[in-house]
């Protein structure tokens, strides 16, 4: 710990084997210690927010996933496809003058062509030119290519003029291949996800990343997940943000499974702080990880608690507990509770003024 300690102080990057060993010790609290130095070089006593809404079109899906709770197959009972209009409805229904994203992600349909989600793009960047879209995650992208007979490339780009503003994180879950192969073996691979992100990166569009953890994956494959998202980003520097991801057994194939502990949630909040010294910031996703755990990351390398999340569907089909959405005020007094610096900002982390309406568009 003395070793790691002294490398962080001196602002140099941590190994696998110093990743490894924040993984095990049994001495959290000075793994938090650590982090928050981090945290505070990079952020000062600044901690994030946004209003954002989600907009979830689709929960039919042709892969299956053993940890999702969401996916639905066609003809069942749950399987909904949302059309254009109740789209622009439920944008409509969520948004009002501070609302600065929309956070747009779904299963894989089995029959919608890409015009769909063109459309979905162009359609609610035109009614709402002032919104981030922030949308479809690299797994969706990649079917996107498949579907339109389209490269990556071009798909990325047709999709960046019609609106689409940057990229969520989802998708990326554990890259170690053979974990991958046994939670999710009709997905992309990690290898996949990665050049996915890398091209997104090079059109211009910039994404958070994620992984999943807390179901069946090892110490070793977290930090070999982190290092392979900090390796690209010494590339292309196109991540904005780290989103660690609990896993939620409930409706799903791994439902013997428990919930992540408050212990998990906050060292892989913390270690990722540690180990991914080329990421601006770290988000402790309240809605995957409650409220209270958010508020406590604010002390263990976390600067965001991400946002509002409007009707979030997802987690909750997973068994989450944490509700569909926070007020402004219940954000600000997490924030401030923690002694910092509450700060309202846009998709890319610009700051917002709370007092005016939102003004970053796409771009």
């Known amino acids: 710990m003395n070793d790691i300690k002294s490398k962080v102080e001196k602002g140099e990057r941590l190994s696998f084997e110093d990743g490894l060993f924040l993984m095990n010790t049994p001495d959290l609290l000075a793994v938090g210690r650590l982090a928050d130095i981090v945290r505070r070089r990079k952020n000062q006593n600044r901690a994030h927010y946004i209003i954002n809404s989600h907009i979830n079109h689709t929960n039919l899906c042709v892969n299956k996933c053993r940890f999702c709770a969401f996916q639905k197959e066609k003809g069942t009972p749950e399987a909904y496809t949302m059309g254009l209009e109740q789209i622009m409805s439920e944008a409509k229904k969520s948004y009002h003058p501070l ?37 479809f995650t690299a797994v969706e992208i990649d079917y996107f290519a498949i579907i339109s007979g389209m490269s990556l490339q071009e798909t990325l780009a047709d999709l960046k003029s019609a609106g689409l503003g940057s990229l969520p994180g989802g998708g990326a879950e554990i890259f170690a291949e053979k974990t991958r192969k046994k939670i999710c073996p009709d997905k992309i691979s990690g290898d996949r996800w990665l050049e996915v992100m890398k091209i997104a990166h090079e059109t211009g569009l910039r994404s958070n990343a994620t992984m999943l953890y807390g179901h069946i994956e090892s110490p070793e494959e977290r930090i070999d997940h982190l290092v392979r998202l900090r390796e690209l980003q010494d590339i292309t520097g196109g991540f904005m943000a ?68 409007i009707e979030e569907k997802i987690t909750n089909a997973a068994g989450g507990q944490s509700g569909k959405s926070l007020t402004l005020a219940q954000l600000e007094g997490m924030i401030r509770e923690a002694g910092m610096e509450s700060v309202l900002r846009d998709t890319l982390y610009n700051a917002l003024n709370r007092e005016q309406p939102a003004l970053s568009a796409a771009n």
């Open 99 to 135: 609302v600065s994203e929309f956070h747009i992600v779904g299963g894989l349909h089995p029959d919608l062509p890409y015009s769909y989600y063109r459309d979905m793009i162009s359609s609610l960047h035109s009614a709402y030119p002032a919104v981030h879209l922030q949308a």
């Open 242 to 309: 780290f989103i660690p991801l609990a896993f939620h057994p409930l409706n799903t194939e791994l439902s013997d499974r428990t919930f992540t502990s408050g212990q998990l949630d906050i060292r892989m909040l913390a270690v990722a702080r540690l180990m991914l010294d080329n990421f601006d910031h770290i988000k402790a996703f309240w809605i995957m990880i409650s409220p209270a755990i958010s508020q406590l990351a604010l002390f263990f390398g976390a600067d965001d608690i991400d946002g509002t999340v």
